[in-house]
């Protein structure tokens, strides 16, 4: 192994030219307005609005932070169907509300919560619905809101991942009560830490900005216990330079993923997922899953690529119903979650980022294969 290699990791933000950077910090200092509603905080607002094809959207410091106002927004209460198959964020939200998460199994095609399986852990105390837009891709949407639509629940969609996928006759951030979004560094779209929350009125906009605010209406008024989510002014301008070139980005990662995907297709015992069943997708991340008839378990293929200095990571392993403040939960038995517990011990994500080479994308190839042969 050479060690002047370049270590490859799953994903590695891509950043504008340092210099147009420049620009935009001058402005900031000039204005000397860092945060609260400032000037680049509108201006990435309405960019983003066009860019997502949505009329309400707000920024917010985080994802996270973005889930726990979702859930406040709406008024959520008792228990919330999710996905154990996700990031630990979208659980603890609930947990941050004390509501009771109820886990429901995956669809392994989609690798998003099952519908039916929705409507089979319905009970009288369900409230709402949280899904995943898992890797971007899209959930069953008419079948989640029809199940929602005949028993009165809520949907959030956590579409953390879901930045820029687009829909053949449809617009994924129409669906559900509320769609959030997140732009850490490690999303396809960042702003250092940031997020969303796409609302489907003005109402529900204002109360969500309202919300992201201690709950302030006006100077003096406060009508809710809120909480600080306020983007400040130097993710708002970082974020309308990455918006300039993300078309460019999502076409680079197309790329990689046709490459992994024509150089692993013949590999026996290692399944590539998808592909995303969206009109545009964004290739946020590249899953595959390491079958019983590949010569190497899932983690003995994990470690021989970390030894050739190629940092996959096993998302989303640890299932979040294993962790000890879920375990104990009734749904968070394994058994009720077969496909999901299956998934997280077979899946590994390859790395995939704009900046990633063709040489680089064969190197884990022949990682991979050469594994296969053994
Ligand atoms: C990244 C992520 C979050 C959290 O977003 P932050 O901006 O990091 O707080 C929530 N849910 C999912 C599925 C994520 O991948």
Not at 17 to 31: A, N, Q, T
Not at 188 to 212: C, H, W, Y
């Amino acid at each position: 192994m050479s060690s002047d290699r370049k270590i490859l990791t799953v994903t590695r933000p891509s950043l504008p030219p340092f210099e147009d950077m420049v620009g935009l910090l001058r402005e900031i200092w000039d204005s000397g307005w860092l945060t609260n509603g400032g000037p680049f905080h509108e201006r990435l607002e309405a960019a983003l609005a066009d860019y997502l094809g949505v009329k309400h959207i707000s920024l917010f410091s985080n994802g996270t932070i973005g889930l726990i106002t979702a859930l406040q927004a709406l008024e959520i209460e008792g228990e919330v169907i999710t996905t154990p198959f996700s990031f630990v964020a979208t659980t603890h939200s609930l947990l941050w509300k004390r509501l009771t998460p109820r886990f429901v199994d995956i669809d392994p095609r989609t690798m998003n919560l099952d519908p039916e399986r929705i409507r089979a852990a319905i009970t009288p105390s369900t409230t709402a619905i949280m899904a995943v837009h898992c890797y971007g891709r899209p959930c069953d949407l008419s079948a989640i809101e029809s199940v929602a639509r005949e028993y009165g629940l809520k949907v959030i969609y956590d579409a953390a991942h879901a930045f820029g996928v687009r829909l053949a006759d449809d617009n994924l951030f129409d669906h559900g009560d509320l769609s959030v979004l997140s732009f850490h560094a490690t999303k396809v779209f960042n702003t250092f830490e940031g997020g969303a929350i796409v609302s489907p009125d003005a109402d529900m906009k204002r109360r969500v900005d309202q919300l992201k605010n201690f709950g302030f209406v006006d100077d003096v008024t406060v009508v809710a216990a809120g909480i600080n989510g306020k983007m400040n002014e130097f993710s708002a301008a970082l974020g309308l330079l990455q918006l300039r070139d993300i078309d460019a980005m999502i076409e680079r990662r197309a790329e990689i993923d046709a490459h992994y995907r024509e150089g692993l297709r013949d590999v026996a015992g290692i399944e590539l997922t998808g592909p995303s069943q969206a009109a545009r997708p964004n290739h946020s991340y590249f899953p595959i899953l390491v079958g019983p008839d590949f010569p190497l378990s899932r983690d003995a293929l994990y470690k021989r690529l970390r030894d050739n200095d190629v940092f996959a990571r096993r998302y989303f392993y640890p299932l979040i119903s294993t962790f000890g403040m879920y375990k104990d939960l009734p749904s968070a038995a394994p058994a009720n979650l077969p496909e999901a517990t299956r998934i997280a011990s077979q899946v590994i994500c390859l790395p995939i980022y704009p900046m990633l080479t063709a040489d680089e994308v064969d190197r884990v190839i022949a990682v991979i294969t050469e594994a296969a042969r053994a």
